[in-house]
């Protein structure tokens, strides 16, 4: 028997593409608003579960009369897309943007607003909420909430020399005050509700 000399098989990794909105349009099914682009990788979000649901609902009418009756900008809701960069673009569950920053307003938003909101599901995993973190906080959001539905608790962020520093850890009897929507408060058991 002769020996045959077996090439070393070698395993080429292919470097993923690093997406684009222009891609993310492209490439996601029309009209369906559960896609992310974190860090030039196409994300599906699974469909957010009722409690969910409640909490956004409420906050969004809370701080939308709030911003309407005082006329200080804009909250929007997801499916929103918001991009920070050509490679992140992401849905926070709620925004407000601050009438003096309204033109970051176009087809989509550009650029990071005043204030962010994420309710926590369960399918958010501590990467992805710690990479959104990060994204807004250098993207430059001025305020930032996690909703924790489960637990009942609101984490509020402050933007100071470029960082965010916890301000309150609120419990659900405790109030929410906005600094960004200034005079806003919120006692945090009506998000619940």
Do not use: C
């Not at 469909?47 to 609902?57: E, G, R, T």
């Not at 006329?71 to 918001?82: T, Y």
């Not at 938003?109 to 994420?118: N, R, S, T």
């Not at 930032?144 to 301000?167: C, G, I, R």
Request: hydrophobic share 40%; net charge negative.
């Amino acid at each position: 028997m002769t020996a045959t000399l077996l090439k070393p098989r070698i395993k080429i990794v292919k470097q993923g593409k690093q997406y684009t909105y222009d891609d993310l349009v492209r490439l996601t099914p029309p009209d369906n608003g559960n896609y992310e682009l974190r860090d030039g990788k196409i994300i599906f979000m699974p469909s957010p579960l009722v409690p969910h649901q409640i909490a956004s609902s409420n906050l969004h009418i809370e701080l939308g009369a709030f911003a309407k009756k005082d006329k200080l900008g804009r909250i929007l809701a997801a499916p929103m897309d918001v991009r920070f960069t050509e490679t992140d673009i992401v849905q926070p569950d709620l925004m407000f943007i601050a009438n003096d920053r309204l033109g970051i307003i176009q087809k989509i938003v550009e650029g990071a607003p005043d204030l962010v909101i994420e309710i926590k599901s369960e399918s958010n995993t501590p990467k992805e909420l710690g990479y959104k973190k990060f994204l807004y906080e250098t993207g430059g959001v001025r305020e930032y909430w996690l909703v924790d539905v489960e637990a009942k608790t609101v984490k509020q962020y402050l933007l100071l020399n470029e960082e965010f520093h916890l301000q309150h850890q609120l419990s659900s009897s405790d109030t929410l005050h906005s600094a960004v929507m200034e005079g806003f408060e919120l006692l945090t058991a009506t998000i619940f509700e």
